[in-house]
């Protein structure tokens, strides 16, 4: 079964409270996807943002957990990239 697990990388971002817990994690399944083509690729992409964005929490009100939940998401979706074992070598670059 081809999946991988997705976790939240910004807790140097966040509250010290919650630094003190572990990263939270969620599986993204793609074994019914083609990542050799870009509709696969963008599937599958599009698979971690969603991912990303539920891992890392809401945003919150003020600028600064804003712009944490933000760093949250991207360092999140650039980690699980770099994951999949069988990506394209120009899914990496997406």
Not at 52 to 61: D, R
């Amino acid at each position: 079964m081809k999946t991988f697990i997705l976790a939240a990388v910004a807790a140097a971002l966040v509250a010290p409270a919650v630094q003190a817990q572990t990263s939270p994690t969620m599986t993204v399944r793609y074994a019914d996807l083609n990542l050799g083509g870009a509709a696969g690729q963008q599937t599958l992409k599009s698979r971690i943002e969603r991912a990303a964005k539920i891992v890392c929490g809401t945003g919150g009100t003020d600028l600064e957990m804003r712009v944490a939940y933000a760093q949250c998401v991207l360092g999140a979706v650039a980690d699980a990239m770099t994951r999949v074992p069988e990506r394209a070598p120009q899914f990496a670059s997406r």
